[in-house]
T-cell receptor, first 116, second 114 residues
Framework: AQKITQTQPGMFVQEKEAVTLDCTYD???????LFWYKQPSSGEMIFLIY??????QNATEGRYSLNFQKARKSANLVISASQLGDSAMYFC?????????????FGKGTLLTVNP | DAGITQSPRHKVTETGTPVTLRCHQT?????MYWYRQDPGHGLRLIHY???????DKGEVSDGYSVSRSKTEDFLLTLESATSSQTSVYFC?????????????FGEGSRLTVL
């Protein structure tokens, strides 16, 4: 069964610094996708970034980048130049490909606090 | 805005009573999902649907049933609510456009079972 592990329950970072949130995954499939979501204290789930298993380049979206290391099965989220508004819970998720069985499995999340 | 709404947004009920949560979408997306979120557990999939009358179980489906009689509505039913089902429930849809296939989530429904 696929599994997503986020080992950091909480992280702190100073405003304007970069931070890396860890995510490792376990699957024997060759085709899969990795996602990161942000959940601020208001509760909504916000999609941030996606990486496909066959993508050769690391995904980037503005200040977010995904450090994809396939051999190590890791998909860490890097947030550059942290802002106070980045304080939130962050979830890593994985989906496997194939037919109608399309679903995302989530990690337990990392609570990021950005200090002024 | 993917046009997804959940109702009710908040509900308090008593143990043993039936509860139905509704997820409504306006854009004809094929895939719909119900997740629950609990502290320390992240989001866990309860049930999902890949078309009208086509549903499947997720990892925490015990005590829950679902129905999808039309494309726009996906109902989650707790036949006899228990305190362990106190949670925040999120409905989600899968975007069909674009290559990433991310899920878009509703605002959540907070259920308290006393």
């Amino acid at each position: 069964a696929q599994k997503i592990t986020q080992t950091q329950p909480g992280m702190f970072v100073q405003e304007k610094e970069a931070v890396t949130l860890d995510c490792t995954y376990d699957t024997s499939d060759q085709s899969y996708g990795l996602f990161w979501y942000k959940q601020p204290s208001s509760g909504e789930m916000i999609f941030l970034i996606y990486q496909g298993s066959y993508d050769e380049q690391n995904a980037t979206e503005g200040r977010y980048s995904l450090n994809f290391q396939k051999a190590r099965k890791s998909a860490n989220l890097v947030i550059s130049a942290s802002q106070l508004g980045d304080s939130a819970m962050y979830f890593c998720a994985m989906r496997l490909s194939g037919g109608s069985n399309y679903k995302l499995t989530f990690g337990k999340g990392t609570l990021l606090t950005v200090n002024p | 805005d993917a046009g997804i709404t959940q109702s009710p947004r908040h509900k308090v009920t008593e143990t043993g009573t039936p509860v139905t949560l509704r997820c409504h979408q306006t854009e004809n997306h094929r895939y719909m999902y119900w997740y629950r979120q609990d502290p320390g557990h992240g989001l866990r999939l309860i049930h999902y649907s890949y078309g009208v009358k086509d549903t499947d179980k997720g990892e925490v489906s015990d005590g829950y049933s679902v129905s999808r009689s039309k494309t726009e509505d996906f109902l989650l039913t707790l036949e006899s609510a228990t305190s362990s089902q106190t949670s925040v429930y999120f409905c989600a849809i899968k975007f069909t456009s674009g290559r990433s296939g991310e899920l878009f989530f509703g605002e959540g429904s907070r259920l308290t079972v006393l």
